[in-house]
């Protein structure tokens, strides 16, 4: 049975791989659209009809060595189990643009994960997502960007929950902005976001919950196409199951209030991303946990910055022919999470990191990522956990339409409490077609 999946499997995608061969040399090739299909160095749009594009049509056929399949700690009650992934990744958008004022996507992102040795991992992912972004000529500003998660895999939430066990979940993320521009100068902005997750066993109930913000802010042009921002949020987390011994009246819902302050750049600017840090209060709405222990009202600051740069102006650049050109970023991040519903447990990470993706040709890139974090949690064993991730890629295009990516990851995590430890080791080969 195993067998038989992989060949249908593999016979699918070589099938897709001819018909985007067909519908890649019947249209020309054009040479003002270079946006970068999602997850891989192809570019998207040579099949259209007027403005309307297919951003990505495309599969990928990957083979994955884990060394560590489970991310276990490699104790006698949690061994180290190592297996070959099988993984088609299916992936499609369209795209249409509203002459210069913005435009609209919509797509759909899978990954069907197959298990060589441990039938019992199998899992699937399907990701929906929408964006729409519009700046018309009388100045008004609507951003709408929303992603649907259908999942089981195995790589767990913020707060590590389900890491190394294949989950099935739902997750949302909507945010939004709505705001006017005052001549060249001035904008004023409101924001209402939205996110929930559910689990589908009852046992994790814990991990149900949705989280809310509203806000308002304004921005100041302080150079071309950058902004100066200052922002205001009030929002909340509410656990939405109740079970055993949690309750509304000892759940770990809270309400807070935030403002930032950070840099933001336009679309077609050099740098792109912003820089963003803030502060944030939050307030339990009850006294105590199902244990006993207090929930105490707590404020940190907070950080949501990602910066890249792109010293060549890619835009003028094209189609299939970017060489000698690279993209660098640079992240920060930090944020103040609860546990779960069932404890006034909560923990803060803060990390940094950095990528780099180098055209070298323009047949063959490579990239590479650094990324390291601390948790510190406020539990019974304050624990703390060092976290570190490596990756380095490399993109060869066989044809404009077809290419070759390999890539190795590494990740690890130290922490005070041993079970936590984990050290993973990832191999991949993925073969993408794409129009």
């Known amino acids: 049975m195993k067998n038989a999946r992989h060949f249908i499997l593999t016979a699918i995608a070589l099938f897709l791989l001819l018909a985007f061969y067909t519908a890649a040399f019947a249209e020309s090739q054009t040479t003002d659209d270079l ?5 891989t ?8 009809i007027g403005n309307l594009r297919f951003l990505a049509a495309l599969l990928g056929v990957q083979i994955e060595y884990n060394d560590n399949i489970t991310w276990a700690s490699g104790g006698a009650a949690d061994p180290i189990i190592d297996d070959y992934i099988f993984h088609a990744l299916p992936i499609l958008y369209l795209d249409q643009t509203f002459e210069k004022y913005g435009g609209w996507r919509i797509g759909y992102e899978g990954d069907f994960a197959i298990y060589q040795d441990t039938d019992a ?3 699937t992912k399907h990701l929906g997502r929408f964006d729409l972004q519009y700046q018309g000529p009388s100045r008004p500003i609507v951003r709408l960007n929303n992603d649907f998660t259908l999942t089981d895999d195995p790589f767990g939430d913020v707060t590590q929950f389900g890491l190394g066990t294949p989950t099935e979940r739902w997750f949302n993320d909507f945010r939004s902005r ?23 066993l009852p046992i994790a109930f814990t991990q149900n919950w949705d989280n809310y913000a509203v806000g308002t802010g304004v921005e100041f042009s302080v150079a071309s196409k950058t902004w100066l921002f200052l922002r205001y949020f009030y929002g909340g987390q509410n656990y939405t199951t109740n079970a055993g011994a949690v309750n509304d009246t000892n759940n770990a819902d809270y309400t807070y209030h935030q403002g930032n302050i950070g840099i933001d750049w336009e679309p077609g600017s050099r740098v792109r ?31 949501a910055t990602s910066i890249f740069y792109l010293p060549a102006d890619l835009k003028n650049v094209p189609d299939y022919e970017v060489s000698d ?5 640079f992240k920060l991040w930090r944020g103040l999470y609860s546990v779960g519903a069932n404890t006034a447990d909560y923990f803060t990470e803060t990390g940094i990191g950095g990528a780099v993706r180098y055209d070298i040709s323009p047949w063959f890139n490579i990239s590479w990522y650094l990324e390291l974090s601390e948790k510190a949690y406020q539990n019974a064993a304050n624990e703390r956990a ?6 380095l890629d490399l993109t060869f295009r066989i044809v404009s339409w077809l290419g070759l990516e390999a890539g190795y990851t590494w990740e690890k995590q130290n922490s005070d409490v041993s079970t936590n430890d984990f050290k993973v080791n990832r191999v991949t080969l993925t073969l993408i077609g794409a129009t």
């Open 325 to 329: 050109n690279y993209i660098i970023n």
């Open 121 to 123: 991992n199998d899992w």
């Open 35 to 39: 946006k970068v299909v999602p997850g």
């Open 41 to 48: 160095v192809f570019k998207g749009g040579r099949l259209h």
């Open 386 to 391: 060092g976290w570190g991730a490596l990756g």
């Open 178 to 200: 709505f705001g006017y521009q005052f001549g060249e100068r001035f904008r004023l902005l409101a924001f209402a976001d939205y996110y929930k997750q559910e689990y589908d």
């Open 273 to 303: 991303g912003q820089i963003d840090f803030g502060y944030q209060s939050r307030k339990y709405k009850n006294t105590t946990d199902p244990s006993g222990s207090l929930y105490k009202d707590k404020g940190t600051w907070v950080t």
